[in-house]
């Protein structure tokens, strides 16, 4: 049974306007939340992380949200470049966990 | 820095056949993942290691897969005998700490 959910397979967005990524995960001890990114014949790569004592972590042009009541983070891009098009896991692991949990990934095409 | 390395990047195999992954991970590192990717389920975890032991393997699927890391530089994931629904893409990744750095995998096709 999946424990991290990306429920949107793909997402299209036009250059400059802003993408939001969703994920929704299960298991209630799970604290630390990264997103990778991948392009197409390379392995994932890291984005942005953040941890449960944290709502938001910021980094250039990328934020994440962590809501935990709802047990749901999101990735916004803002402003979207071609170069952002690429597949995005949302992944999660426990406070003990060297083991991470990776969702099914949503495909973003930037549109020039 | 050389980041993680995997070899072959392709493997075209007939089914029956024995297929072996290979993967170094970046030097310091203290623990290698195995992943598979699938359309269905997306990246899972098959097996990982903390300098060198295994620690969780509930994720290789069937006796048919196995892994060893006999030092901290080398890593085999081998499938023996190989069948049609083991094609994925495999990933290697390796850590010290989070996150995680990942190879650029082996796509694996089982005729």
């Known amino acids: 049974d999946q424990q991290v959910k990306q429920n949107s397979p793909s997402l299209s967005v036009q250059e400059g306007r802003i993408s939001i990524l969703n994920c929704d995960y299960t298991?209630?001890?799970?604290?630390?939340f990264l997103w990778y990114k991948k392009y197409p014949a390379e392995g994932p790569t890291f984005l942005i992380s953040i941890s449960s004592i944290k709502d938001k972590n910021e980094d250039g042009r990328f934020t994440v949200f962590l809501n935990k009541s709802a047990k749901h983070l999101s990735l916004h891009i803002v402003p979207s470049q071609p170069g952002d098009s690429a597949v995005y896991f949302c992944a999660a692991s426990a406070r003990d966990g060297n083991q991470f949990y990776f969702g099914t990934g949503t495909s973003l095409t930037v549109i020039p | 820095d050389a980041g993680v390395i995997q070899s072959p990047r392709h493997e075209v195999t007939e089914m029956g056949q024995e297929v072996t992954l290979r993967c170094k991970p970046i030097s310091g590192h203290n623990s290698l993942f195995w992943y598979r990717q699938t359309m269905m389920r997306g990246l899972e975890l098959l097996i990982y290691f903390n300098n060198n032991v295994p620690i969780d393997d509930s994720g290789m699927p069937e006796d048919r897969f196995s892994a060893k890391m006999p030092n901290a530089s080398f890593s085999t994931l081998k499938i023996q005998p190989s069948e049609p629904r083991d094609s994925a893409v495999y990933f290697c990744?390796?850590?010290?700490?989070?996150?995680?750095?990942f190879g650029d995998g082996t796509r694996l096709s089982i005729l």
């Open positions: 298991n209630s001890m799970f604290d630390y």
């Open positions: 990744a390796s850590s010290l700490y989070q996150p995680q750095h």
